[in-house]
């Protein structure tokens, strides 16, 4: 055998990257989105690291950047199904007592349907759009919240304007609890679309808060239409009129 070791010509490499063939009674969209999840990075890093889902790095670069998940935090996590959301904020707000030095936080989830457990979250089934769900949910946290945050997405109809509209009013019924169960300071983080909250609820939240961004995080696919608003530095319900 030659000292020299192997000449690296290109020859013999292999494609890593993983190809689905069409199945029969597969729809060729079923096949590119199977395609699409086995060869996405974060979709093999949610499984590594016992995540529910890819979207539990989409909060991890939020809070990366805004940092809103703190030890000893209350976060209220709307449609909290599959559950991945809830995780990320069990770690980061300390809800286990994982860091005894450090003050241990909360995390309620709450979802139309029921939830598998979250270790660390107290998951319930609410409409939180319901008369009284505001109430519930200081019940259930015995205080105020420190974050409210929502990943929701109504489901698709199919028909881009009625999509556009319904996570438009899913964003803006997320705001106006928000408004009712946070804390002075708090923050509110939920989906929206690729310009943004509307100009409307944006006005909103700019008087509300003391900062509101639209980002896209590096974990929402190139291809998709979703941002993140995160606003910050919640201003507190005595501004509720002059807002008006």
């Known amino acids: ?98 860091k005894p030095s450090k003050p241990r ?16 979250a107290d998951l319930h089934v609410l409409d939180f759009m319901s008369d009284g769900a505001d109430d519930k949910v200081k019940a259930w946290l015995d205080g105020p919240a420190d974050v409210v945050m929502s990943d929701m997405a109504a489901s698709s109809s199919g028909h881009k304007q009625t999509d556009h509209l319904r996570i438009v009013a899913l964003c803006e019924a997320a705001a106006e609890l928000a408004f009712d169960v946070l804390n002075e300071g708090g923050t509110f983080v939920a989906k929206v679309l690729a310009g943004g909250a509307e100009g409307s609820l944006q006005t909103l939240l700019k008087q509300r808060f003391t900062k509101v961004a639209n980002v896209k995080p590096p974990a929402s696919r190139s291809d998709s239409s979703e941002k993140f608003v995160v606003a910050t530095g919640f201003r507190g319900r005595g501004d509720e009129d002059d807002a008006r």
């Open 1 to 98: 055998m030659s000292k020299s070791g192997p000449k690296n010509s290109g020859r013999g490499r292999r494609d890593l990257r993983v190809k689905v063939k069409t199945a029969r009674g597969r729809k060729l969209s079923s096949t590119l989105w199977l395609e699409r999840q086995l060869n996405d990075p974060y979709v093999q890093r949610a499984r590594a690291e016992g995540y529910r889902g890819r979207a539990a790095f989409k909060l991890i670069e939020l809070d990366d950047k805004y940092k809103f998940l703190k030890p000893g935090a209350r976060v209220v996590d709307l449609g909290c199904a599959p559950g991945g959301w809830s995780q990320v904020a069990v770690l980061r707000t300390n809800a286990l007592g994982q």
């Open 105 to 120: 936080g909360m995390v309620l989830g709450v979802d139309l349907q029921e939830v598998e457990p979250v270790q660390g």
